[in-house]
């Protein structure tokens, strides 16, 4: 096997990290590091990452309820609470599918496949990731329509998306807004609604593909099952 798959499929990085690992030089088979990518792994190899050695494990799934106030890492320089702590029993080194900011609460899948990771986080994947948002000011089908036609952030036009406009409240000036992405760029939600001149001031995902908080309170977690993993595996369909 080829030593990013191997790597991917221990679960230590996605195969594009991997790659990463391996160039920076990070990365040793039986104590010789390995320059060249193409390099596969036998059976018996001693796989080192960082100077620790790693293993194929099972593959596991988690549905995590992201409380506020916690970052979406695996470590935190600052040590900071980071989402893998709230799994103190899990023995995989499992890390986040995606990220959410750190003031975002809500849906996020945390595994140690990262394989299942690269076609999640795919930027041509399908996937419906649903956000509510309550933003400073009104929300109108005017102010809102850029977004279903995409805006340009960080230099780049984002897809058509789409929402809902949930709640109005005039007398505090604010407004609680559903928007539906099949992207995942940094803090884009914010940005997307900063475009149209709407502050994001509480947000949260609601809704990844087919999964969604029903039964789970903020820091609260449950595995998934094969069959909820295999629905996100068809529904992640990209287009090219
Ligand atoms: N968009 C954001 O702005 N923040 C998140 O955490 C997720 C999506």
Partial sequence: MRINKYIAHAGIASRRKAEELIKAGKVTINGKRVVELATTVKSGDVVEVEGSP??????????FHKPRGVISSVTDDKGRKTVVDFFPQVKERIYPVGRLDWDTSGLLILTNDGDFTDKMIHPRNEIDKVYVARVKGIANKENLRPLTRGVVIDGKKTKPARYNILKVDTEKNRSVVELIIHEGRNHQVK????SVGLLVDKLSRVRFGSLDLTGLRPGEARRLNKKEVSRLYNEAVTKS
Avoid: A, H, P, R
């Fill in 54 to 63: 790693i293993y194929n494990e099972e593959k596991v799934y988690y549905l």
């Fill in 191 to 194: 940005k997307m609604f900063e």
